[in-house]
């Protein structure tokens, strides 16, 4: 192996690094006119690259994961140790970038040429200009080379300087097996792992979570606090974050995008003083800024930064809040793909939109829809109203809480949903209607085919109930008054319907743990359709933690494009069996204890 042969070599006539790393570059690099910051390399505008890079010139194994904003700096970080190592700590280094095209460019605009721009590593160029290609360098001392992180590319080598570029768009797993190839140098290895934002749960954001999780400050000159700048603090209309006049907004809603840039400012969450979006300004908050303390529960030798684009591109907020609201319309058409990118490449931050299919675990039964099944109890028709269609679902229950689904799908009329159910069998009891829209409508039709209304509700507890004995317990559902829609007198048939009341949070959590795989018995069909399979992957509990008190809460939200009717019609399938008594919903109770712990 050629680094180990000739790294006690060359450590005798390289000179012992008595410079921290941004030091050592101060002196020895000089940035060319392919750097927005040309001239001798500094760090005054990029304070937030110093600690990282002092972390890379101690000595023995470090590991960094570094998420930062597009083009903030981050391959900076690497391209300083880079030269340094080659200076100072020599050892087989690879760069992998996610794919090979990538790896190319990477090599062709930035690499050669900073290292090249470095007189003490380029002193060590190879003469042979054969050992120097694009992608790879031969020096005398040690090798490097650029490559995709690929299965071809992860094999039999010894690394000791593991530098990851973009490591959430590699495969699932190619993260773990790159870091294999650096155990031979377990002693004095250095991984680097720098990220854009990448989504919620993966290897980056596990790297992140197990890391320090040092954040970036900026500092306020008015009343000189630092803290961690964002967007929005709490809601979107609380002080602090990026914030544009309002009269940038037209009297038909839209945005007049070059008042929101040109009135682009930051406001500071603690004393409220706005300051200008102006490049004087992103100097002073980022001068005197510096990172959060390590985390007491960091694993040893690993270190992880965070900082976002409120600091690396303050002079650009103004441009930066026209692509949020750019991003932000796109969601009401549905598509979220832009506010990903805006989270990720943004404000460094992981995206959660993904993370609900990763919770699917559940695999499809051997069975088809509307197969018979000896098991079956009961079974019920749960509807969703929207302003001029129904989603719906027919799922078979048997009394040890198992359960199948028949049928999933959109309705247009009220007729077309009787149809459903005298086609599938479901008697008219056993249909419950979601009444959280057009209440009066719903209680009409439930009045006219003996149907039951059904809404949910912010009760993160449930409902307290009393049994005979006198025992109180909490359940996820309560049946009220009846509910009339005005319909007038008992001639007309019914005059009022059943409204059963049921907990938005439980019954979530609820179907959840079966969502995940973690209760049994729940199941869809081998043909379920793919509407089904999108909307159940539509909700995800988030964690949030509150600014003033630093509690953590969990909430529900909606992610992606399609919609949560059918989610939400599983939702009452389950509110449904609780109440026949198929399900011990103190389990589901229990669990619901757990998640707040
Ligand atoms: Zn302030």
Redesign the pocket.
């Known amino acids: 192996m050629l680094s180990e042969i000739t790294e006690p070599l060359c450590q005798t006539f390289a000179p012992p690094a008595d410079l921290e790393v941004d030091a050592w570059a101060r002196e020895n690099i000089v940035v060319g006119a392919w750097s927005p910051w040309e001239g001798k390399f500094s760090t005054d505008r990029t304070p937030w690259i110093v600690e990282p890079l002092r972390i890379l010139g101690r000595p023995g194994p470090r590991r960094l994961t570094i998420l930062g904003p597009a083009a903030g700096g981050k391959s900076t970080i690497s391209e300083v140790f880079l030269a340094w190592l080659i200076d100072n700590a020599p050892g087989f280094c690879v760069w992998y970038a996610q794919d090979e095209e990538a790896a190319k460019e990477f090599a062709e605009t930035r690499v050669q040429r900073f290292l090249a721009s470095c007189e003490r590593v380029s002193r060590w160029f190879p003469g042979n200009r054969h050992a120097k290609r694009t992608q790879a360098i031969h020096f005398p001392h040690m090798s490097f080379v650029i490559q995709a992180a690929n299965e071809g590319n992860a094999q039999s080598k010894h690394i000791r300087h593991l530098i990851c570029d973009e490591p959430w768009m590699y495969k699932p797993g190619m993260l773990a097996q790159l870091h294999k190839r650096t155990t031979r140098f377990a002693h004095n290895r250095t991984i680097i792992e720098t990220s854009t934002g990448s989504l919620e749960g993966d290897e980056v954001d596990q790297a992140w979570q197990q890391g320090s999780r040092q954040r970036w400050q900026i500092f306020?000159p008015?009343?000189e606090?630092l803290h961690v700048p964002r967007w929005t603090f709490d809601r979107a209309d609380s002080p602090g974050g990026v914030k544009w006049s309002p009269k940038a907004k037209r009297e038909n809603g839209t945005w007049d995008l070059r008042a929101v840039a040109e009135s682009t400012t930051y406001q500071?969450p603690?004393?409220q003083?706005h300051h200008a979006a102006t490049s004087a300004n992103a100097y002073i908050v980022n001068r005197n800024g510096s990172y959060t303390l390590p985390a007491a529960d960091s694993m040893p030798n690993h270190f992880s930064f965070h900082w976002n684009c409120i600091a690396s591109d303050f002079s650009q907020l103004g441009a930066i809040a026209v692509e949020f609201l750019m991003a932000k319309q796109a969601i009401k058409r549905g598509d979220t793909s832009l506010f990903q990118e805006f989270t990720q490449k943004k404000l460094a931050e992981a995206w959660s939109g993904e993370s609900a299919s990763a919770e699917i675990k559940y695999q499809p039964s051997d069975y088809m829809l509307g197969d018979p099944w000896a098991e079956e109890a009961r079974r019920f028709l749960t509807i969703d109203k929207q302003r001029d269609h129904f989603w719906a679902v027919v799922r078979a229950w048997s009394a040890n809480g198992n359960s199948r689904l028949v049928w999933a799908g959109r309705v247009s009329t009220w007729v077309d949903l009787r149809n459903l159910q005298q086609s599938n069998a479901v008697p008219d009891r056993q249909v419950l209607v979601d009444s959280g829209y057009s209440a009066t409508e719903v209680y009409r039709e439930c009045c006219r085919y003996g149907w039951i209304a059904i809404k949910g509700e912010a009760r993160k507890g449930g409902y307290e109930f009393t049994n005979e004995d006198g025992v109180k317990s909490r359940r996820i559902f309560s049946l009220t008054s009846p509910a009339d829609p005005g319909l007038g007198t008992a001639e007309q048939g019914m005059t009022t319907c059943p409204l059963v009341l049921i907990s938005d949070e439980m019954t979530s959590d609820a179907l959840a743990l079966f969502r995940s795989g973690e209760v049994a018995g729940w199941t869809v069909a081998k043909d379920t359709p793919e509407e089904h399979v999108q909307q159940m992957a539509a909700r995800v509990k988030r964690s949030r933690v509150l600014p003033r008190t630093n509690q953590t809460v969990w909430e529900w939200a909606t992610v992606g494009k399609h919609g949560e009717h059918l989610w939400d019609c599983e939702r009452m399938q389950l509110a449904a069996a609780v109440m026949s008594g198929f399900f011990d919903h103190s389990k589901i109770i229990t669990t619901e204890e757990k998640n707040e712990g």
């Open positions: 306020c008015h009343c606090e500071c603690t004393c003083t």
